[in-house]
């Protein structure tokens, strides 16, 4: 079986992996390029594992990136993101991940797509997915990125060197993914900081919609009937909550105005919106067996991503939440300890990470001005990936 060979880097950015690509080396958008991301990932698989491809099983580590010299003059790099589903090998790029975003200034410094500046080298992001600006400085020693360090976060086993990335808000952008939050007057979609959103099956549900990094919804946990202390396993293998939860992300992508359905919304976007949980601190135990003391914590949250529960918290989630924290009438500012000027600590799966917004108010409209927070990447592996030819390149 003849099998193609591009050029790739695998990446670890945050909690999340993903196969690098420079655009130069890929097909024109199309189906072609999307049947051969899936196809590098290991999509579609019936069994979830990923087992004959890059892909790690998991919504955190099924994720390709394209990269480019921007076409803007305020930017240095493009930055595509893609969301490859386990099951079907959907490509979805109506998002972001913030995680992987930590990787992008590593990899454009790495990859010569900047050139590096000794102490910490900033690079200018155009991110397409959303339209938005995202700045990474990447720590440079010696005219080489630093990947190695002291920098810990949780749901990562090993420190490594610190990203800070600094995330603006969204503008219009021609290449946008459709029904991305890109151009949107407001941060919140509906023109309000809390909706009641009608599920049936459910209920009337008091929500918090809003397109602050991914478009994410919001409820109190006690609302669905949990804590906001689930790990994974008690929630993914619960094949019934999991109906109920995609039904009320799905109808909240509705009225977002992000699908014409909530069928669409569940067969054609299944990465955004993201539907969160909340609850008051609390003491908790993490996925890692770690005790939390609730004086760590200012909220504690869970997240789904791609159908399942996150094994720590989205980074675009955590924008969002942090922009709603920091937005009076939200539900996530009546429950959250939030003290102006100060990062929001939210408690998630693996445990505990800080994120700050600063938002404003225009003619009566919210939005977000920027976010603060710090990850870390390294590279995982650089060389060729190989894709079998047949069914995929268009040879049989």
């Not at 067996?289 to 989630?317: N, P």
Request: proline content about 6%; hydrophobic content about 40%; some cysteine.
């Amino acid at each position: 079986m003849s099998q193609q060979r591009i050029p790739a880097v695998y990446m670890r950015g945050g909690t999340s992996k993903g196969v690098f690509f420079h655009e130069r080396d890929l097909p024109r958008p199309g189906p072609l390029r999307d049947a051969l991301f899936a196809r590098v990932i290991g999509s579609p698989d019936q069994y979830s594992r990923h087992t004959d491809g890059m892909g790690g099983g998991t919504s955190s580590t099924s994720k390709v990136v394209v990269i480019a010299p921007s076409r803007r003059p305020d930017c240095d790099v493009d930055y595509l993101f893609g969301a490859v589903a386990i099951e079907t090998g959907l490509l979805d790029y109506s998002g972001n991940c913030g995680n992987l975003s930590a990787a992008v200034g590593p990899f454009a410094v790495l990859e010569g797509l900047v050139a590096p500046s000794e102490g910490l080298t900033r690079v200018r992001i155009w991110q397409r997915n959303l339209g938005q600006r995202i700045d990474a400085l990447v720590p440079v020693r010696g005219g080489e990125v630093v990947e190695d360090g002291s920098f810990n976060e949780d749901g990562v086993p090993f420190p490594a060197a610190e990203v800070r990335l600094e995330y603006y808000g969204a503008e219009p952008a021609a290449d946008a993914a459709p029904l991305s939050s890109a151009g949107t007057s407001s941060i919140f979609p509906t023109g309000a900081t809390q909706d009641i959103l009608r599920v049936p099956g459910v209920g009337a549900l008091p929500v918090t919609m809003i397109t602050a990094g991914n478009p994410t919804i919001f409820v109190r946990a006690q609302a669905l009937g949990l804590t906001g202390r689930e790990l994974p396993d008690e929630i993914n293998r619960d094949r019934r909550l999991l109906e109920r939860l995609e039904l009320v992300r799905a109808h909240g992508a509705v009225a977002m105005g992000l699908a014409e359905s909530s069928a669409e919304a569940t067969r054609v976007r299944p990465a955004t919106p993201k539907l969160s949980w909340v609850a008051r601190p609390g003491n908790y135990r993490s996925s890692a067996g770690v005790e939390l003391d609730a004086d760590r914590v200012d909220v504690l949250a869970r997240i789904m991503s791609m159908g399942k529960l996150h094994h720590a918290f989205t980074g675009t989630g955590a924008i969002a939440l942090a922009a709603a924290a920091a937005t009076p009438g939200t539900i996530v500012n009546e429950i959250a300890r939030t003290l102006p000027g100060v990062a929001t600590r939210i408690g998630h799966v693996s445990g505990v990470l800080a994120v700050g917004a600063d938002i404003s108010a225009h003619d009566g409209r919210w939005r977000l001005d920027k976010a603060i927070m710090s990850r870390s990447a390294r590279r995982l592996m650089s060389g060729f990936v190989h894709v079998p030819a047949t069914g995929v390149l268009g040879k049989t």
